[in-house]
């Protein structure tokens, strides 16, 4: 048994760099342009049309059926309907991806580039056709687009009753009254160029040619937040109490202090343009550009464990395990909602059920010698612990 638990750390050395850096999970499948997280499944829109993947990305599976155009911009779940926007139009699906029927009644902008939603209804932004809005989850659409100077819109953000247009060249425009009007909105802003907004901690977060700013609730006047980050910014994902961005150039970022700070986190990258991000059970995707693909890594090599005092406190032996460990909680609330999910190192659901007691038993069947992730998540914060097999 000795000399078995030597041979499994050596594996295990060797075998961390793999593990401690992005490595690429679909290879041929050109620029990832977005992704949408629906549970544990994640659609991807690329140059190539739609991927989908049930396994946090370890296989990927064609998702196709009935688009016109294969170049997709952007994703969004609304209610049981998953909706991408393409350059032919909108489409949607409502079986999670195996076939697509067009949704682009009262569109006159064909080329759509982004996609919201708020209490009121759809929107979608285009390239040629300034904006819409559907009342009726995308039966039929209707143009918004009074005081708009410039119908080439590239992103769009919803905050309540709010919407936010990005253009190539006017800077952003507001709407207080579903798109009805528009007014521009572009004091303080670092260039007229806009490439993303992102609505986060309820603030609106825009990436332009010329930097990174801010617009906090009530504001009229766009804020500086850069800190370290020098770099254009092109996508979002949330992690809990932190952000990830993908920029244009730079790689990844995350700021674990709502932006005053930000931490590079590029290990493994071949490119450093990332188009879009997205988190899926323990890791966090990149889609890059230039045909480069899409990339994972566990998120806790990125930010480390994203934990709440009580849960950090979470006992977990024997490690290395053989086919079995024991988690062992802190004192819960009974009121409490727990529950434990266990991960290979490739994405695969080993684990999942919630938990009521102080001690739990966690069974791995046949596990192979290395790495696996374990997921705590509850009411109040989550958890991502990792774990190591020596094996059978």
């Known amino acids: 048994m000795k000399q078995r638990y030597l041979i499994f750390w050596f594996f295990l ?39 989908v993947s049930t396994d946090h990305g370890a296989t990927w599976n064609e998702s196709g059926e009935g688009l016109a155009y294969p170049i997709v911009r952007d994703l969004l779940t609304l209610g049981d309907k998953l909706f991408a926007a393409t350059d ?19 569109l006159t902008g064909y080329q759509v580039s982004a996609l919201c939603s708020n209490d009121y209804g759809l929107f979608a932004a285009t390239f040629d056709g300034g904006v819409f809005v559907s009342q009726n989850e995308g039966n039929s659409w209707n143009p918004v687009n009074n005081g708009l100077e410039n119908p080439e819109i590239h992103a769009l953000a919803s905050r309540g009753d709010e919407l936010y247009a990005g253009t190539m060249g006017n800077g952003v ?4 009254d579903n798109g009805n009007s528009w007014f521009p909105i572009n004091d303080g802003l670092a260039s007229l160029y806009i490439k ?4 986060w901690n309820g603030r609106i977060w825009a990436g332009s040619m010329g930097g990174f700013r801010i617009l906090e609730p009530g504001a009229m006047e766009w804020s500086d937040v850069n800190g370290t980050l020098l770099y254009d910014v092109r996508s979002y994902t949330p992690y809990g109490d932190k952000l990830f961005i993908g920029t244009d150039g730079g790689g990844v970022f995350y700021t674990p202090d709502n932006g005053l ?9 071949h490119d450093m343009t990332i188009y879009s991000m997205a988190v899926c059970g323990p890791w966090v995707f990149a889609g890059q550009c230039c045909g480069n693909g899409l990339w994972r890594r566990p998120v806790e090599q990125c930010v ?6 009580v849960l950090g406190q979470v ?10 460990f024991t988690m062992e909680l802190p004192d819960i609330q009974s009121s409490e909602s727990i529950r434990a999910s266990l991960y290979d190192a490739s994405g695969h659901l080993l684990y999942s059920r919630d938990i009521a007691e102080k001690k739990t038993v966690i069974p791995v069947a046949n596990p192979s010698p290395g790495i696996y992730f374990l997921q705590i998540q ?5 958890l991502l612990r990792m774990v190591t097999s020596y094996g059978r």
């Open 13 to 51: 050395v060797i075998n961390l760099p793999a593990f401690a850096q992005w490595t690429l999970c679909n290879p041929g499948h050109g620029n990832v342009y977005t992704m949408e997280v629906c549970g544990d499944t994640i659609f991807e829109g690329t140059l190539e049309g739609i991927y």
């Open 378 to 382: 509850t009411s109040s914060g989550n």
């Open 304 to 309: 480390g464990f994203n934990s709440p005092d």
């Open 173 to 176: 425009y507001r709407s207080v």
């Open 88 to 106: 032919s139009g909108i489409y949607v699906t409502t079986d999670r991806g195996l076939s697509w029927n067009p949704a682009c009644e009262g």
């Open 261 to 269: 700070n930000w931490i590079k986190c590029n290990e493994g990258f």
């Open 196 to 199: 993303s907004l992102y609505t």
């Open 315 to 324: 006992a977990l032996y024997p490690v290395p395990f053989n086919n079995r």
